[in-house]
């Protein structure tokens, strides 16, 4: 046999319920920390904590009210050929550096952090702003990775173990149906697990060397986050399989020049 | 509160240590039932098998030899264009509609299932053949829903529960690094779970009303097969948020006039 084979290997997710609803300026770590309390919920070494983006930006105060945005001459010839509000194309504009895709429902650009994703990621279902009059709209975190590493350092210091942290959010894909979760910020796993110079069970080299081991975690995690999105928006995870390590989500972010799809 | 804010939620996956590897003509489910039975897991309803697609393959016999292969002239030409053995791209061939994309190392096409992958997700890794002097190659099942009805059928008879199956297999990205577990069979499970008409926390319509849900299941699975492949490749999981009904892949499998990299 080989030796990957250990006798049983688990994966346990636990969505953390009744999560306050989020608010800017609020105290993520210590919302996250008294609700794992709650939960009974003791960290330990290579846990990994899973957050919904929403409650990451919103507690960053990352709001736009629509209402305020004057769309560019760009934003509204673009506006016109995805069909959507103008103002709105105008901020997702300012969070982007390129349009890939635009028409009739759909616009998909790369987001200035890199990564490839419809709408620069900004959200208008689930979000209450500064004022019920608003039109609000809520941008990914200034920096995801950053998030992640500052509640990862505060959890860790209050339970004495060492942890992960991954902010998640909902992408399309190219040439399959739905949605699913992937990794946009993350501190402390491997968002690439590298795989290079292992063999397989007949010891000849792997094939598929690198696995996007945060992607599929977040992935796994949305499932029980579920569409409401805010009524279960932190998931604590034990038994990821991969070693610990520093990271960044840039990982993840393929080099335009081996997008195969540009 | 929203009413989805159930008191806590949970996902176990459990992948089932020494699995017995797989030859062709082997009773898979007979081999999976066995392999619940020493992990004394007894299937209640509503949870899902995952299994890795080498292993569905292999008991199929979808094994071919290079050696007798002869590639086409097509063949020939593709296989100098993306620098692979020109009769591994002829069987490539023999299980694709449509080839869309080749350069040197990357060949990706449109299966005659329907998904977009690399290499039609054929496999050399890990496969030895009937003749180990044979320089053997794996296809994906026949018709990967039936496998997992099959298999469905068979366990469900066993325990006297209603359990989903999914197939899933290691695929690249357009744009992200790193490949991830999808599924591509499925029975019995949602593989779309769609969520149109819900509201979200403030009771304004989702945006996102579409989750390829078995493909995050087969994500979480595939964290924990790992990539030594065989290894592990069988995993239990409890707690799928989504009612089971009857499902297709295709549910997965983006209609070619809404691909938007085509």
Redesign the interface.
């Known amino acids: 046999?080989?030796s990957?084979?250990?006798?049983?290997?688990?994966?346990?997710?636990?969505?953390?319920?009744?999560f306050p609803?989020v608010r800017a300026g609020d105290d993520l770590a210590e919302l996250i920390r008294q609700s794992l309390d709650s939960?009974r919920v003791r960290l330990e070494n290579g846990d990994v904590l899973i957050l919904a983006q929403k409650i990451v930006s919103k507690s960053e105060g990352r709001l736009v009210d629509l209402n305020g945005v004057k769309p560019s001459d760009r934003a509204q010839a673009l506006a016109a050929k995805c069909q959507k509000d103008p103002r709105f194309v105008e901020v997702v504009l300012r969070e982007s550096r390129a349009v890939l895709?635009a028409?009739p429902g759909?616009l998909?650009v790369e987001h200035r952090l890199g990564?490839?994703c419809a709408n620069a990621g900004i959200?208008?279902?689930?979000?209450?702003g500064k004022d019920a009059e608003g039109e609000w709209v809520l941008l990914l975190p200034e920096d995801p990775d950053a998030s992640c590493r500052s509640v990862q350092i505060r959890l860790q210091q209050a339970a004495g173990a060492e942890i992960g942290v991954i902010i998640n959010d909902?992408h399309g894909?190219?040439?399959?149906?739905?949605?699913?979760?992937?990794a946009v910020g993350v501190a402390g796993l491997p968002a690439?697990?590298d795989?290079r110079g292992?063999m397989?069970?007949?010891d000849?080299?792997?094939?598929?060397?690198?696995?996007?081991?945060a992607?599929?975690?977040a992935?796994?995690a949305?499932?029980?986050m579920?569409?409401?999105?805010?009524?279960?928006p932190v998931v604590h995870t034990r038994?990821?399989?991969y070693p610990l390590r520093e990271s960044a989500m840039s990982?993840?972010?393929?080099p335009k020049e081996q997008?195969?799809?540009?």
Chains 1, 2 share one sequence.
Do not use: C, K
Request: proline share 4%.
């Open positions: 046999m080989n990957d084979v250990t006798p049983g290997r688990f994966l346990q997710l636990t969505a953390l319920a009744n609803l939960h895709r028409r759909l998909v990564f490839v959200d208008r279902s689930n979000i209450t909902s894909r190219a040439w399959r149906n739905g949605i699913v979760g992937v690439l697990a795989l292992r397989d069970l007949f000849y080299p792997l094939q598929i060397t690198q696995v996007a081991a992607d599929e975690l992935s796994a949305s499932l029980l579920g569409q409401a999105g805010e009524g279960l038994g990821f399989p990982e993840l972010i393929r997008d195969a799809f540009r």
